[in-house]
């Protein structure tokens, strides 16, 4: 199969991969032809990249973090959990707070077992969700790409617990910031930008004080905006005066926001965000967990479509471990002309580069 950008999808082409709801429900089958109408209705709902059928790709296959069964699951707590604990802070049933945190214990968990026997590259490109709301989607995917950056830089089991709790509580002072700001389409006012801003603040006061959990993920809710120059929020910290943990999320959080489609713009591919991130390093984020990231994620997801520098055009067909920028690539274009297929190992291949993607074949 292949992945393709949304714009460069023509009538005709067939879904490799259905698309889901939050819940976890088919929208939109595989092996659907899809139409003009269609394409444009999924362009309208934000959806940038699809897998589709191609004869040429049908042995590559997308790596997936999490199954699609833990997916669902996943959101099916966090928004239950996230809902729990408004009521909890606004009738003051602090019970409810410790039990949802029990939850996410569990679900933790649950994720550290499915990454724990998954030895290959981390991605959330696999699949195709809809999400009704933002915060519950980018609190599982920060919680994945938090805990492989964890896994990459070697933390014990037991660090891994907590950095996971606080990855995914992370955001847990937005839910009560009214909708119509967190999803507002155009420029934040100041005004609208500092109530954001609060919600830094308000998930460490709602997490710091329940029974059982470290205060280590209330930190995490406080720290994961600040940047290692002082430029960032709330207290403007520097440095080493940011735990780990709070610089892990760090680079999740800005890594999956760039990545994912909001209503203020279109998602990045992920070797356009890393390079965001390498632009803030020692800057913004600390260097080492940068490199770290770049190392345990997917660059150039399995079916990207790339060209080469050596005038060559393929398809991303399996990665190399470690070395990610430099995946295998299937050529089946050269001279703008179709070929038989042939594989070229860029890891082998020192002199040739990746030089576009989502390339039009």
């Given amino acids: 199969m292949r992945l393709v950008g949304t714009n460069n999808i023509t009538e005709g082409v067939i879904l490799a991969k259905p698309i889901f709801n939050e819940r976890g429900k088919i929208l939109i089958n595989r092996g659907v032809m899809l139409d003009n109408k269609m394409i444009k209705r999924l362009m309208d709902l934000g959806i940038s990249y699809l897998y589709i059928e191609d004869k ?34 606004n009738n003051s049933k602090f019970i409810m707070m410790e039990k949802a945190t029990t939850s996410f214990k569990q679900l933790i968990t649950k994720v550290m077992e499915e990454l724990r026997d998954h030895q290959e590259l981390f991605s959330m490109m696999s699949d195709v969700f809809l999400y009704d709301d933002y915060i519950f989607s980018h609190s599982l995917n920060v919680t994945v790409y938090s ?46 930008f500092e109530q954001i801003k609060t919600h830094a603040e308000i998930g460490y006061r709602m997490l710091k004080d329940i029974p059982n959990l470290s205060l280590l993920v209330a930190h995490c809710a406080y720290q994961h905006h600040e940047r290692i120059n002082g430029s960032g929020y709330p207290r403007g910290i520097t ?63 399995n079916g990207m479509s790339v060209s080469l520098s050596s005038g060559e055009k393929g398809i991303v067909s399996r990665q190399n471990k470690g070395l990610n920028e430099r995946p295998i690539i299937r050529i089946i274009k050269k001279n703008g002309k179709e070929i038989t297929p042939y594989e070229i190992d860029l890891k082998e291949s020192l002199s040739i580069v990746i030089v576009e993607c989502d390339a039009i074949i």
Avoid at 245 to 271: C, W
Wanted: glycine letters at 6%; proline letters at 3%; hydrophobic letters at 45%.
């Fill in 239 to 301: 440095g080493d005066e940011i735990h780990l943990f709070g610089k892990i999320i760090a680079v999740a959080d800005v890594f999956d926001a760039i990545t994912s489609n909001r209503v203020y713009r279109k998602a990045m591919l992920p070797h356009e965000a890393l390079e965001i991130l390498y632009a803030g390093i020692n800057k913004l984020y600390d260097a080492k967990i940068v490199e770290a990231f770049r190392k345990a994620i997917i660059l150039y997801p």
């Fill in 147 to 192: 805990l492989a950056l964890g896994k990459e830089l070697k933390l014990s089991t037991k660090q891994l617990e907590v950095l996971g709790l606080g990855a995914i509580l992370h955001d847990v002072g937005k839910i009560n910031i009214p909708l119509n700001i967190l999803l507002k389409q155009g420029k934040l006012t100041e005004q609208e």
């Fill in 56 to 89: 040429r790709t049908d042995d590559i296959y997308p790596i997936s973090s999490i199954s699609d069964e833990l997916k669902k699951d996943a959101m099916h707590k966090i928004e239950k959990n996230f809902s729990d604990m408004k009521e909890a802070v």
